[in-house]
C-alpha cells in the first residue's frame, strides 16, 4: 500500500545539524511532488518546504530558509531533510507529505528534540 | 506566511452538526480554491478530509463537506460520531509555491 516512513528524528544539541529521511513506497514516487510539515508540541501544523517531483525546484517557508534544505534520490525512493544550526524552536514532529489532491498521504512522523 | 485563524475548540453532541471556521487573507484563502482540510487523531498520520475548497477525495466519508466564501473556508461535520473527536486544521496555498496552515481546532463530541 502506499506508505511514507520517516526517520532520522532524535535529540539534539542546540547549533547541531540532523538529516532526516523518508522512505516512500506503493507510488510513483518520482512522479509527485513532496513536502516536510512540522508540528511543535502543543501547536498546530506549520509548513516547512516542497521539492518537485524531479527535485529541480525547491521552496521554503521563511521561518527555516537558510537552515533547512530539502532533497530527494527518486532512485531510492527517498526524500531528505537537512537541517542545520537547530533552534529549540525547531523541536517538532516533521511529517514527510505526498502532494496529490493536496496533501493526501502523510508518514507518521520523526520527532525531533533540540536540548542541551 | 501568518498562520490561518480557526478557533481553538468547537463542541457538539452525536448526530449534530458543527462548522468550523478557517480565516485567511485575500492572499491566501480568498486568492485561490485551493483550501484542504485535515483531521488528525494524536499520534497518528493527519488524514485529508477536504481539498480544493469543497472536493472530497476518495475514501473520506461525505459527512464531511467544505464551504468558501471570500477570505474564510469552512468545514462542516454532519451527523457527529464519537470517533470525530480530533483535531482538524486547514490549510491554504498562500502563493509563490508556498502553503499555510491554520492553528488548528478540537473538536470533543458530548
Known amino acids: 500500500q502506499v506508505q511514507l516512513v520517516e526517520s532520522g528524528g532524535g535529540v539534539v544539541q542546540p547549533g547541531r545539524s540532523l538529516r532526516l529521511s523518508c522512505a516512500a513506497s506503493?507510488?510513483?514516487?518520482?512522479?509527485?511532488?513532496m513536502h516536510w510539515v512540522r508540528q511543535a508540541p502543543g501547536k498546530g501544523l506549520e509548513w516547512v518546504a516542497i521539492?518537485?517531483?524531479?527535485?529541480?525546484?525547491?521552496y521554503y517557508a521563511d521561518s527555516v530558509k537558510g537552515r533547512f534544505t530539502i532533497s530527494r534520490d527518486n532512485s531510492k525512493n527517498t526524500l531528505y531533510l537537512q537541517i542545520n544550526s537547530l533552534r529549540a524552536e525547531d523541536t517538532a514532529v516533521y511529517y514527510c507529505?505526498?502532494?496529490?489532491?493536496?496533501?493526501?498521504?502523510w508518514g507518521q512522523g520523526t520527532m525531533v528534540t533540540v536540548s542541551s | 506566511q501568518s498562520a490561518l485563524t480557526q478557533p481553538a475548540s468547537v463542541s457538539g453532541s452525536r448526530g449534530q452538526s458543527i462548522t468550523i471556521s478557517c480565516t485567511g487573507t485575500?492572499?491566501?484563502?480568498?486568492?485561490?480554491?485551493?483550501v484542504s482540510w485535515y483531521q488528525h487523531h494524536p499520534g497518528k498520520a493527519p488524514k485529508l478530509l477536504i481539498y480544493e475548497d469543497n472536493k472530497r477525495p476518495s475514501g473520506a466519508s461525505d459527512r464531511f463537506s467544505g464551504s468558501k466564501s471570500g477570505n474564510t473556508a469552512s468545514l462542516t461535520i454532519s451527523g457527529l460520531q464519537a470517533e470525530d473527536e480530533a483535531d482538524y486544521c486547514c490549510?491554504?496555498?498562500?502563493?509563490?509555491?508556498?502553503?499555510?496552515f491554520g492553528g488548528g481546532t478540537k473538536v470533543t463530541v458530548l
Open positions: 490549510c491554504s496555498y498562500a502563493g509563490s509555491s508556498t502553503w499555510v
Open positions: 521539492i518537485s517531483f524531479d527535485g529541480g525546484s525547491k
Open positions: 506503493g507510488f510513483t514516487f518520482s512522479s509527485n511532488a
Open positions: 507529505v505526498r502532494e496529490e489532491d493536496a496533501f493526501d498521504i
Open positions: 485575500s492572499s491566501d484563502v480568498g486568492s485561490y480554491n485551493l
